[in-house]
């Protein structure tokens, strides 16, 4: 069964706390992406990956931290600097066409992320 | 910066009827336009991708793009109660750019 899978569903963070939201994908997509939706927002790109061992800041990377060691995974952690950290995450991946994304993006399930 | 903006809504018709949710975006270079369909509390999943000017038809759902005037749309025919979620519609240039989606709600 091909897709993406997000880790925990729910995820609550202590003041000072690092914490880090798993994503993984079967489908070999090249990209993956992480996204922060906000009520009444849309999404915004924390961090994408177009190969393995490398990736770029996006919009609104202050604070948060990626690695891209393998294919299928790109998990995201949210360090004690991020300030307002509640929100949705959403990762998604999709095939790699040259700009930041010529294909269709496909998202797991998102994790939501809550401050003690 | 690039914008993409939708009209938050929300956008109420009854079942069966037509919704039209629009969409209109700044970066004259997009070339790749999506539409998303998210439930509350869950993740978006895609329900029509565009990618030149004029009407693409998926069963109940059409999307047009007209590039000259930075505009996308999609309607939904025979609306239904299961079609009720928020919209996203997203713009591929030298990056992808969501709005913030409008809210519809098919009443019975």
């Known amino acids: 069964d091909g897709g993406i899978t997000q880790s925990p569903k729910y995820l609550f963070r202590k003041e000072g706390q690092n914490v880090t939201l798993s994503c993984e994908q079967n489908l070999n997509h090249d990209a993956m992406y992480w996204y922060r939706q906000d009520p009444g927002q849309g999404l915004r790109l924390i961090y994408y990956s177009q190969i393995v061992n490398d990736f770029q800041k996006g919009d609104i990377a202050e604070g948060y931290s990626v690695s891209r060691e393998k294919k299928e995974s790109f998990p995201l952690t949210v360090t004690s600097a991020q300030k307002n950290p509640t929100a949705f995450y959403l990762c998604a991946s999709s095939e790699w066409g040259g700009v930041i994304s010529e294909e269709t993006q496909y998202f797991g399930p998102g994790t939501r992320l809550l401050v003690l | 910066q690039k914008e993409v903006e939708q009209n938050s809504g929300p956008l109420s018709v009854p079942e069966g009827a037509i919704a039209s949710l629009n969409c209109t975006y700044s970066?004259?270079?997009?070339?790749?336009f999506f539409w998303y369909r998210q439930y509350s509390g869950k993740s978006p999943e895609l329900i029509m991708s565009?990618?030149?000017?004029g009407d693409k038809e998926d069963g109940r759902f059409t999307a047009q793009l007209n590039k000259a005037s930075q505009y996308v749309s999609l309607l939904i025919r025979d609306s239904q109660p299961s079609d009720s979620a928020t919209y996203l519609c997203?713009?591929?240039?030298?990056?992808?750019?969501f709005g913030a989606g409008t809210r519809l709600t098919v009443k019975p």
């Open positions: 565009i990618y030149s000017n």
């Open positions: 997203a713009v591929n240039g030298d990056d992808m750019r």
């Open positions: 970066d004259r270079g997009s070339q790749s």
